[in-house]
């Protein structure tokens, strides 16, 4: 704790800056206001695994609004939003949510896909502030569906943007996104009830698993698979190395596709095998 002698000087300094008398409450709430701020625009902290954090001007919401018509996957119950209390009737307001831990711009945390794998509620810290690589595959996704994020596509980003940083969050921009509004459009399910939407190939996966430090992978489409693999293998892949992975992701187009930092705000509900997040990007 700061002397009296010391909290006089800083109070006299930041009276002349301020050009009027600065009483101690003042000062403390400046102090606190100071200290938050630097906390979430300035420090540089260490992350527990190593890595450095950032001090960034810019954010990006990369998150999905879940309402009643959210797109769902097939069979998933859609959302359901129950006004409990209003302000007018009761002084306060408040709802009760039925939403499917897969809902919207969600997590699929290891447990997900593997039998006795680390839940949401689990997974550590380090995992929800990682740099982000985003790998534009929209041109081609645009051309066909199922197109896919290969290991040529994470070889040609990497000879443009340097090796994937370490815990990086890899994340597929489709261009997907433009279509949640549109349920039909963004499960794009033909005759057979087979659908057609893009992801990572399995390939891709098992080179991220084998030759790269990934936190994840990400996508701004309803899975990390495309919609015509039934065999899931890149959900398996990531979430059986540990990792994790985010869908619906929103946004991607508006960020770069390197030097940005991904902040996960993750609900934390026991033994969940994923839920709704809110995701930032942050840069600059």
């Known amino acids: 704790m700061c002397s009296p002698k010391v909290l006089a000087h800083v109070q006299k300094q930041l009276g002349q800056q301020l050009g009027k008398r600065v009483s101690r ?52 119950p859609r959302p359901a939003f129950d006004t ?10 408040s709802r009760n949510w039925t939403v499917n831990e897969h809902t919207g711009t969600h997590m699929d945390a290891p447990a997900h896909f593997i039998a006795g794998g680390t839940t949401a509620d689990a997974l550590e810290l380090s995992n ?32 443009k943007h340097g090796t994937l940083p370490a815990g990086a969050m890899v994340m597929m921009y ?71 992975g985010l869908e619906n992701v929103a946004n991607l187009s508006a960020i770069p596709a390197a030097g940005a930092h991904l902040i996960v705000g993750a609900l934390k509900m026991e033994d969940a095998s994923g839920g709704p997040v809110r995701l930032m990007a942050a840069w600059g």
């Open 25 to 76: 409450r003042d000062l403390f709430k400046t102090a606190a206001l100071a200290g938050t701020t630097s906390a979430l625009l300035g420090s540089q902290t260490a992350r527990a695994d190593g890595h450095m954090g950032m001090s960034f001007s810019n954010l990006v919401d990369l998150t999905h609004t879940v309402h009643a018509d959210t797109p769902v996957w097939p069979g998933n």
């Open 84 to 93: 409990v209390v209003t302000v007018e009737n009761d002084g306060f307001y």
């Open 128 to 159: 929800f502030i990682v740099p982000i690589a985003v790998i534009d595959i929209s041109e081609k996704a645009a051309a066909d569906p199922d197109a896919t994020v290969t290991v040529a596509d994470i070889e040609a980003y990497e000879a």
């Open 174 to 244: 489709s261009g997907w996104d433009s279509r949640f509004d549109d349920e039909s459009a963004v499960q794009n399910m033909d005759a057979d009830g087979v659908m057609h939407f893009p992801g990572f190939s399995g390939e891709a996966a098992d080179f991220l698993i084998a030759e790269r430090d990934i936190s994840g992978v990400g996508v701004d489409t309803l899975s990390l698979d495309p919609g015509n693999d039934a065999s899931f293998s890149t959900h398996v892949t990531i979430l059986g190395a540990g990792g994790y």
